[in-house]
Structures are given as C-alpha cells and as structure tokens.
C-alpha cells in the first residue's frame, strides 16, 4: 500500500510539473490555465477534506472562505489601481501583504463560523455553515461599489519578491509549490496528536470525552485550519482569473469542492488532487459539447461514486490515512 501511494504520488507530481512543457510543445496554452485551476481547486479541496474525511464534518458553506480570500485581493486591488483611501490607508498590491490580510478574514469568519456550527452536529452543522455562506453571498451581492452580482476585475496580480507571477508559467509553478506545501501540511496535522485527537472524535465523542479530550477546541482549530487553507484557494484564484463574484460563496460552489473530494476519495488528500482534474477536465470538455453539461456531469459523478464505493484512489490510497 505504501509503495503504490508513493508511485501515484509521484507519478502525479511529475505529470503537474510537466504542464508547461507539455502545453508549449502542444501549442496550446490553454492546456497551463486549466492546469491552474486544477491546482487551484485542488488546494481548496484538501482543505475541506480536511475536516469531513477525517473529523465527518460536512460543511456546505466553505464556499463562503474562498470568496472572502478572493475579494479581499478585490477589494485591496480597486482602491490601490483607484488611488482612493481604503479605512484611510493607501493600500498596496504588495502579495505579501494583500495575502495575510484576506488569510487573516478568512480565519476570523472561521471562529464565528465554527464557534456557532461547531455546537451542534449533523444536519444542523450542514445547514448552519450554509445559511452563513448564503449571508456572505447576499452581502457580496449587495456591494454595488465592488460590482455587486456583476463582480470585480482586477487590473493586476499582486507582486511577489524576486518572481513575477504575471508570468502565467511562473504563476502556475507557484500555485504548484503551495499545494504541495499545503498536502504536506495537511498529513503531518492529521498524523500528528492533535490530528489522532480529531480523528477520535469522529471514531466515537463519548470515548475520547471520557479521556479528558474537549471536543469543541479540537474541532474548532481544525475548521479554522480548513478555512485558512480555502481562502488562500481564493486568493490565488482571484489572482489567476483576475476577477471575483459573489458566485464564489455560493452553495454550487460548496457543493463543486465536496464533489471534489468525494470524487477523488475522503480521507485521503491525494485523492482530492485527482477528483479536481477529473472533475476541472471534465467540465471543460463537456462545457464544450452543451451549455448543459451539467445534466451530463452529474449522472457521470455518480456513477463514479457508486462504483467507486471510497472514490477514485480512496481504495489505492488506504481511506483516512493521512
């Protein structure tokens, strides 16, 4: 088992890194932007099968963490092109601070967020994170001065020390680097005390209660975990797209990162990866054929979900082993 993970592993890094390459020789540059949004995808997918493959907790509204990324880089990016104040600060297109701020919000919401979802389980949990997504939504939508439905461009990507991530290869290379960053992240935290801890809770409450293990602390710090890392999925996303909606914090889009993760297999990290490329290529190739494709994609998840009974690499991988 140990062996096949680490060739799936490797065998898919090599393919990421390959991107640029195999997109020049193609000639198709298209081929290095989808590969972004895969990458993409695929770091806020990790993120959430953070907490519902190892701690089941289902959350509906992590949608509401990659908008709030995203628009902080808006929100930043049109006052500093606009030269006006922002709370009276010049702002700055700087990544290395545009970046903390909207990762700093996203850890905020995540307190309130949790510290309220977090007392309950089950399908209050669900319907508690969505009606705070669907609240997020709703004010994005009401933002008339950042586009309101409508969206925000953003004139530019932040600037990063001593690499030019305008460059779309370069950009890519970055995105690359914090997935893997972020996956490694993500095992150690569940392999570590605190990630045994929380796998626990999800094993049997009562037991680990009666150990001395207070749940809330535990679950809360993983949501926030879960959270920081979504919201640097809609940082980098808002910098890739160069615009942002209020679409970004709807419940489709929560629901597009939990097939994600069901798809590539729970409780595994590496199989989110893969369900993001299936599900990014798939998109784009039926989006190709019909404006309708989503009446083709969905039999076609389930059909893998069925099938597949722990997704797609869920059984290769070894399902909740981090």
């Known amino acids: 088992m140990r062996s096949t993970r680490l060739t799936i592993i490797l065998i ?14 193609a000639g198709n540059a298209s081929i290095e932007g989808l590969a972004t949004r895969v990458v993409i995808y695929a770091i806020a997918s990790v993120s959430l099968d953070l907490i519902i493959g190892y701690g089941a907790l289902v959350s509906f509204g992590h949608a509401m963490f990659f908008a709030l990324g995203g628009y902080t880089v808006g929100i930043i990016a049109y006052h500093t092109s606009n030269g006006e104040l922002l709370w009276g600060w010049q702002g700055t297109n700087a990544a290395l601070i545009v970046w903390p701020i909207g990762l700093l919000a996203c850890v905020v919401l995540a307190v309130v967020v949790g510290w309220f979802a977090l007392k309950t389980s089950g399908v209050q949990f669900i319907m508690i994170t969505l009606a705070f997504a669907q609240m997020v939504f709703f004010v994005l939508v009401s933002l008339a001065t950042y586009g309101g439905d409508d969206g925000l461009l953003i004139n530019a990507r932040n600037t990063f020390p001593l690499i030019d991530i305008a460059n779309g290869t370069t950009f890519y290379y970055l995105c690359l680097f914090t997935l893997v960053l972020w996956t490694v992240f993500c095992m150690m935290i569940v392999n570590s005390r605190f990630g045994l801890v929380f796998q626990a809770l999800r094993q049997s409450e009562r037991r680990a209660i009666n150990l001395g293990v207070r749940p809330l602390s535990f679950r809360l710090n993983a949501f926030i975990i879960s959270a920081f890392g979504t919201g640097l999925a809609g940082i980098l996303w808002a910098n890739y797209a160069l615009f942002v909606t209020p679409d970004m914090a ?15 297999g729970l409780g595994t990290f590496i199989g ?3 369900g993001a490329a299936v599900f990014i290529i798939l998109e784009q190739i039926l989006s190709g054929w019909t404006e309708h494709w989503m009446i083709i994609m969905g ?6 979900a069925l099938f597949g009974q722990h997704g797609m690499l869920g059984r290769l991988l070894g399902k909740n082993h981090g």
């Open 272 to 274: 989110p990866i893969a």
């Open 12 to 25: 898919g890094l090599a393919a990421f890194i390959l991107v640029p390459m195999l997109a020049g020789l």
């Open 299 to 304: 039999p076609t998840l389930t059909l893998i």
């Open 250 to 264: 709807s419940w489709s889009k929560s629901g597009e990162f939990m097939a994600i993760v069901v798809l590539g």
